[in-house]
Structure formats: C-alpha cells, structure tokens
C-alpha cells in the first residue's frame, strides 16, 4: 500500500510564511510510481467541509489554486525524494486549518477531495493577528 506522512504545522503570526511537506512512501508510491499521482492539499476548519486549497497535475505541468490562496500558496514537487510540498506566504487568520495532502492516480487534476484515494494524516495550521 500506500502512505502520506505531513510534516508538523505550526502556530505563526499573520504576514509570515510556512511550508508544509507530505513525503510519500509504500510500495504504491515506490519508485517513479509517486511521479504518476496528481496531488493536491485541502484544508478543515471544524464544522465546515474540506475545502480544496491547491493541486498539481502528475505531469507536473499544471497547478490549480483556491482563490483565497491564490498568489500566496505554491505547490510544488520533488520527484526524487517523493515529497510533496506546500509552501505559504503572507499567512492570514482565515488560512487557520487542519492542512491535509492527498494523491490520486487519476491522470486530470480533481479539485473535489471524494476523487483522492490517498491522504496524509493532517497538520494544524493555526495563524494569529
């Protein structure tokens, strides 16, 4: 099988940046296997649904973003360590979430967490004023 290990989150003030990592690993993901997986990161506040926070194609040639991230996150990939990451800047109080990643071997970009099949375990991400 599969898995997705996240990196700690954190607690930081707004305007300042964080990155998130989600290290692949099983034999699902081993080898060039994980280069084969779209990905993606979501986030969940309590009492709200997950909402989709960024993607990226398993080409590696397309992102999509949230509008409300849009210009301050970036996805991104390293394909030889299997590693996912996201990296977020001018952090506000409304980024505050449990961040999840995920990955799906379906070759378009879902942006719906119900099309993912894998998924780390969360990292909260709590941001003050």
């Known amino acids: 099988q599969g898995q997705l290990v996240q990196s700690a989150g954190g607690l930081v003030q707004a305007g300042d940046s964080l990155r998130l990592s989600c290290a692949a690993s099983?034999?699902?993901?081993?080898?060039?296997?994980?280069?084969?997986?779209?990905m993606a990161w979501f986030r969940q506040v309590p009492g709200k649904e997950r909402e989709f926070v960024a993607a990226?194609?398993?080409?590696?040639?397309?992102?999509e973003y949230s509008d409300s991230v849009k210009g301050r996150f970036s996805i991104s990939r390293d394909r030889e360590e299997n590693t996912l990451f996201l990296q977020m800047s001018n952090l506000k109080p409304e980024d505050t979430a449990i961040y999840y990643c995920?990955?799906?071997?379906?070759?378009?970009?879902?942006?719906?967490?119900?099309?993912?099949?894998?998924w780390g375990q969360g990292t909260q991400v709590t941001v003050s004023s």
């Open positions: 995920a990955a799906t071997n379906m070759h378009y970009m879902p942006l719906t967490s119900g099309e993912y099949d894998y």
């Open positions: 099983g034999p699902t993901f081993s080898g060039r296997a994980f280069s084969r997986y779209s």
């Open positions: 990226l194609s398993w080409t590696g040639a397309s992102t």
